[in-house]
């Protein structure tokens, strides 16, 4: 059994830091609180999924002013709380009082935060982990011709897809449901299988100029090979197991050697097979999960059969679900297992490498397929500067632990729970239809401008690697320095609460940089909030109702670009260092540069 926590807590104004030792073999923690005399209750974020967090600080901005609250936190062991005890033992209850009405913390410094960078000082190559893929709607929809906001959806979303890759760096997309009937790739003649990938070709021809490699997710089910033809996903599929379990690997077989002799071995080694698309869940998978893993197991095997030097890999299950399971299975019939798949929405994904460590197999790399602010297409929160520190939040989070963390989707050129109804409508994209910049990409293109190496820093005050989270940067064969710095929380229902109380999670960020070896540097200092860099502002400013004139398109797309604080301009170091000031109101991000 693992130890207890040792719980500490911070009150600062308008939130409760809590923070604990991380215990060994978790890979995630529950933060409980209890109002008053009331009941220990999960804190509830709003995220809509997982509410574990991978691990602490973890700010509290749901608490109501002027409360005594007991906090403890406990850790979990398996984030599938439907199997077994998942859970370790609790910490000791801590008790504190919440901060005062009007946000008023009662303590020195309220407010304020300091963070100090050692530019002199590199720790270690920076991890970004956004480059390894991004979602996309099925990728089919690159042959549509059907227009939207007055652009055809297989070309908007190319597009897209093309400055993902060209803006983010990102190498691949996931192919999602690249197996379904709307590409044709199944059929039976007297009984005789056919199999035609002329639409799969034509997918990846039309996917070839976006610079992207494809995840191929096989799924979903060709109505032909069903077991239950009723059980409809979408027009692309439906979400029953296979009929014939051999005819289903026959098809797999066929598909990837076909794959690897169009593209050739070395190409395709670059390229990953990911095994369905949420089985866990009833919409997407009819069996049981014997079934799935079952179908695991066959499919890993075709695979392999068919090009050794494909990655394959699986569950891609819903709020991590079915791990513990599914690695027991893998490792009790030898199936191939390069990857392990998963998703979350609403948090930052927890640490599963002790759960792999577990199960014998410690260093498979971690693929997060999907992962966003909510599982809720249509959400307002999808379009907004909070959306966009939370995705800063969970890819500093994940970097170095994790393989890739998937943003869904690069495009709100997205079909499969209805078509874009106006420009701004809480789509999943990073980019909206006409392919301008939501808040979230402007988070992952700050993040991508910052240097090879991470630096040492320091960071103190009220909110200090909670709310306010750094990554500091440097090129030591340049001197660039570049440090992203934001203010952020993972609870949702802030966006619901009045403009006076947000700005009780306001900061001010007291930035020195010191070790500059240079005599002088040009700074430059780009922001990100509600109103600045904001697409969703911009057009309410615009006036844009359901879909912009083509007056307010030329706007719209003059102003899509991350927005200088001021010019930038020339300082001098003094013995070594440079003093900002960052003002960072809930929620916003800032990217400090300076260039020798």
């Not at 996903?233 to 066929?254: I, K, M, N, Q």
């Not at 939040?393 to 970097?399: D, E, H, I, K, V």
């Amino acid at each position: 059994m693992p130890p207890r926590p040792q719980v500490r807590v911070r009150v600062g104004r308008g939130q409760v830091t809590v923070d604990w030792d991380p215990v060994p073999g978790a890979v995630g923690y529950l933060v409980h609180r209890a109002d008053g005399d009331g009941p220990a209750r999960v804190v509830d974020h709003r995220g809509g999924d997982l509410l574990a967090v991978p691990g602490p600080p973890y700010p509290d901005t749901t608490v109501e002013p002027g409360r005594s609250v007991r906090y403890a936190v406990r850790p979990l062991l398996d984030p599938d709380r439907s199997d077994a005890e998942p859970l370790g033992p609790p910490s000791e209850p801590v008790t504190t009082w919440s901060p005062g009405r009007h946000g008023t913390a009662r303590c020195a410094g309220e407010g304020q935060v300091t963070l100090t960078v050692r530019a002199h000082r590199p720790t270690g190559p920076l991890h970004r982990p956004w480059r390894d893929m991004i979602g996309s709607e099925h990728l089919s929809l690159l042959l549509c011709r059907a227009r939207v906001g007055g652009e055809e959806m297989g070309a908007g979303l190319a597009a897209a897809l093309g400055r993902v890759r060209r803006e983010l760096g990102v190498a691949r997309v996931r192919a999602h449901g690249i197996l379904g009937d709307d590409l044709g790739v199944y059929r039976e003649v007297d009984g005789v299988p056919v199999h035609d990938f002329t639409g799969v070709d034509a997918v990846l021809d039309a996917l070839a100029p976006t610079g992207l490699r494809p995840v191929l997710e096989l799924s979903f089910m060709p109505r032909a090979l069903a077991r239950d033809p009723s059980r409809e996903v979408t027009a692309a599929g439906v979400a029953s197991p296979p009929r014939d379990w051999d005819r289903w690997a026959g098809l797999v077989g066929d598909l990837v050697r076909h794959l690897r002799d169009r593209v050739g071995v070395a190409e395709v080694r670059h390229w990953a097979v990911e095994v369905w698309n949420e089985p866990d869940l009833d919409c997407f998978w009819t069996g049981s999960r014997a079934d799935y893993l079952r179908l695991y197991e066959v499919t890993a095997h075709a695979v392999r059969r068919a090009c050794p030097e494909l990655p394959v890999g699986g569950p891609a299950t819903a709020a991590t679900r079915w791990i513990a399971p599914f690695l027991a299975h893998v490792e009790a019939t030898g199936a191939p297992l390069d990857f392990l798949s998963t998703h979350v929405y609403g948090s930052p994904p927890v640490d599963l490498r002790p759960l792999l460590a577990r199960h014998g197999r410690a260093g498979t790399p971690l693929r997060w397929t999907e992962w966003g602010p909510t599982p809720t297409h249509f959400a307002p929160v999808n379009d907004t500067a909070w959306a966009a520190a939370f995705v800063a939040t969970g890819m500093r989070s994940a970097a170095g632990r994790v393989a890739a963390l998937s943003c869904w989707v690069a495009s709100d050129h997205f079909e499969e729970l209805g078509r874009p109804p106006a420009l701004l409508h809480g789509g999943f994209g990073l980019l909206s239809v006409g392919g301008l910049a939501k808040p979230r990409f402007w988070a992952l293109w700050m993040l991508d401008q910052l240097a090879e190496w991470e630096t040492e820093h320091q960071i103190e005050g009220d909110g200090a690697g909670s709310l306010v989270r750094a990554w500091p940067s440097i090129d030591p064969a340049t001197g660039r320095v570049a440090v992203v710095v934001w203010n952020g929380t993972l609870d949702q229902g802030v966006l619901d609460r009045p403009a006076s109380h947000r700005r009780w999670l306001d900061r001010r960020v007291r930035l020195r940089i010191e070790g500059l070896a240079a005599s002088a540097y040009r700074l430059r200092h780009r922001r990100l909030d509600d109103e600045t860099s904001n697409l969703g502002a911009t057009a309410r400013r615009l006036g844009v109702t359901a879909w912009p004139s083509e007056e307010q398109w030329a706007r719209l797309r003059a102003a899509d670009r991350l927005a200088d604080v001021h010019p930038p301009y020339r300082v001098t170091p003094g013995d070594g260092a440079v003093d900002l000031t960052v003002p960072l109101p809930m929620p916003s991000m800032s990217l400090i540069e300076l260039v020798p």
